[in-house]
């Protein structure tokens, strides 16, 4: 069953951003007043997920847990934007390719990549007979999750501290920190064959040779890439799942987390605010690149 991203990540914004804005300004949450001379909160303010920012608040099992699950959010983060530049660079190669003017590579990446996708539409029909349809050999690429490094990480994570409600676990087996922590991870860490596609026509089908020859070369040059990260794609939906249940935990534990950490406190909440802002840039990469590969699949008949 395929994952819906936009409902996963929209359930995580507003889980964080409630447990987030508990306190009122130069408030912690709780109603806690924020000091003025502590260090530690300086840093979760900086309005970016930093795990390394609140000095030592991971030497409790607590802040490692949660520690853990900051490095994720922030690796998540970094690979959705990265896939998605991808996915633009692959649309950009193909309308390059067909002779697309550099103004229509402008905008926003949905945008550019419905224009190539257009163009190529656009010119296979011109270029072949009414009803005419490709030759298309399509092998999907695949991908395998170690599940057993997934299982170790987790554990690690865990520590020996175990996994006690209220202190950053849960009491389901482990803790969501970890337990999004080891999914963000290894589905970031799967190896996957490349995609494979040849595309041909019957030549007596042909209408206009040079631009069908055209479009199939760049057809030929974007396509497999897009088709290889819309495999990758699928693990890190079913990754996002999970770190969204553990956005939920965090916000149900409420103040009692947060103010947990002593002179900590403000960084924390100060990173725990970043959190929401990643998971709506984690949403929009993570949307568009589902988007485009989906379409770049129904292309290849995939």
Same mark, same amino acid.
């Given at each position: 069953m395929?994952t819906?991203?936009?409902?996963v990540?929209?359930?995580?914004?507003?889980?964080?951003?409630?447990?987030?804005g508990?306190g009122g300004?130069?408030?912690?949450p709780?109603? $806690?007043?924020?000091k003025p001379?502590?260090?530690?909160g300086?840093?979760?303010?900086s309005g #970016?997920?930093?795990?390394?920012?609140?000095e030592?608040?991971a030497s409790?099992t607590?802040?490692?847990?949660f520690k853990a699950?900051?490095?994720?959010?922030?690796r998540l983060?970094?690979?959705?934007a &990265?896939?998605a &530049?991808?996915?633009k660079?692959s649309?950009?190669?193909?309308?390059? @390719?067909m002779k697309m003017?550099?103004?229509e590579?402008t905008? #926003?990446?949905k945008?550019i990549?419905?224009?190539?996708i257009t163009?190529?539409q656009?010119?296979?029909?011109v270029?072949?007979?009414?009803?005419?349809k490709l030759?298309v050999?399509?092998?999907?690429?695949?991908c395998?999750?170690d599940?057993?490094a997934?299982a170790s990480?987790?554990?690690?994570c865990e520590?020996?501290?175990g996994?006690?409600a209220?202190?950053?676990?849960s009491?389901g087996?482990?803790?969501? &920190?970890?337990?999004a922590a080891?999914?963000v991870?290894?589905?970031?860490?799967?190896?996957c064959? @490349?995609a &494979?596609?040849k595309l041909?026509?019957?030549?007596k089908?042909?209408?206009?040779?040079s631009?069908?020859e055209?479009?199939?070369?760049?057809?030929r040059?974007?396509?497999?890439k897009?088709l290889?990260?819309k495999?990758r794609l699928e693990? $890190?939906q079913?990754a996002? #799942?999970?770190w969204a249940?553990?956005?939920?935990?965090l916000k149900?534990m409420g103040p009692?987390?947060?103010?947990?950490?002593?002179?900590q406190? $403000?960084?924390i909440s100060g990173?725990i605010?970043?959190?929401?802002?990643?998971?709506?840039q984690? @949403?929009a990469?993570?949307?568009?690149s589902v988007?485009?590969?989906?379409?770049a699949?129904?292309?290849a008949?995939?």
């Amino acid at each position: 069953m395929r994952t819906n991203s936009s409902l996963v990540l929209s359930t995580a914004l507003v889980a964080v951003s409630a447990f987030a804005g508990c306190g009122g300004k130069g408030k912690l949450p709780g109603g $806690m007043p924020g000091k003025p001379d502590m260090p530690g909160g300086l840093g979760g303010m900086s309005g #970016e997920v930093d795990p390394d920012t609140c000095e030592n608040y991971a030497s409790s099992t607590a802040g490692a847990r949660f520690k853990a699950f900051l490095q994720a959010t922030k690796r998540l983060q970094t690979t959705a934007a &990265e896939t998605a &530049e991808v996915v633009k660079q692959s649309c950009i190669t193909m309308g390059k @390719e067909m002779k697309m003017s550099d103004a229509e590579f402008t905008g #926003e990446t949905k945008d550019i990549c419905a224009k190539v996708i257009t163009t190529y539409q656009d010119n296979l029909k011109v270029s072949l007979k009414g009803g005419a349809k490709l030759k298309v050999e399509y092998k999907p690429a695949v991908c395998t999750i170690d599940a057993s490094a997934s299982a170790s990480a987790a554990a690690k994570c865990e520590g020996s501290g175990g996994a006690t409600a209220g202190t950053g676990g849960s009491s389901g087996g482990g803790s969501a &920190e970890c337990k999004a922590a080891g999914a963000v991870n290894a589905s970031l860490d799967v190896e996957c064959t @490349e995609a &494979e596609l040849k595309l041909s026509a019957d030549a007596k089908l042909v209408v206009d040779k040079s631009k069908l020859e055209m479009t199939l070369s760049a057809l030929r040059s974007g396509l497999p890439k897009l088709l290889s990260i819309k495999a990758r794609l699928e693990p $890190m939906q079913k990754a996002v #799942e999970v770190w969204a249940k553990a956005a939920a935990d965090l916000k149900d534990m409420g103040p009692k987390f947060v103010n947990s950490f002593g002179d900590q406190a $403000m960084c924390i909440s100060g990173q725990i605010a970043a959190s929401v802002r990643a998971a709506s840039q984690i @949403e929009a990469n993570v949307s568009v690149s589902v988007s485009v590969t989906a379409s770049a699949s129904a292309t290849a008949g995939g």
